[in-house]
């Protein structure tokens, strides 16, 4: 079974900084590619950015040029530099397995407000 574990979430306000972990077990992480997403009160989840087994990202519109995916293979770790966060990225953050999704974890929660 695959676990997903994310962590680094907390109260920021407008303009700050937060880096998110997800820790990765139960899969061959090296091969597979890794996304982010995000669900904000009231509203569906949606993708953020993904990262390739190679290091290719993508990025959401709205995030482009603020957050940063990057994975470390040895450490079975994806992480998520937000910069410049604004109070529309509060969301509980999760991270999951590119076209082989596991069940969802725990997520972490941002919240950017003043």
């Known amino acids: 079974q695959v676990q997903l574990v994310e962590s680094g979430g907390g109260l920021v306000q407008p303009g700050g900084s937060l880096r998110l972990s997800c820790a990765v077990s139960?899969?061959?992480?090296?091969?597979?590619?890794m996304g982010w997403y995000r669900q904000a009160p009231g509203k569906q989840r949606e993708l953020v950015a993904t990262?390739?087994?190679?290091?290719?990202?993508n990025y959401a519109d709205s995030v482009k040029g603020r957050f940063t995916i990057s994975r470390d293979n040895a450490k079975n770790t994806v992480y998520l530099q937000m910069n410049s966060l604004k109070p529309e990225d509060t969301a509980v953050y999760y991270c999951?397995?590119?076209?082989?999704?596991?069940?969802w974890g725990q997520g972490t929660q941002v919240t950017v407000s003043s």
């Open positions: 999951n397995v590119e076209r082989n999704f596991a069940p």
């Open positions: 139960g899969t061959i992480f090296s091969i597979n590619a």
């Open positions: 990262i390739t087994r190679y290091g290719t990202t």
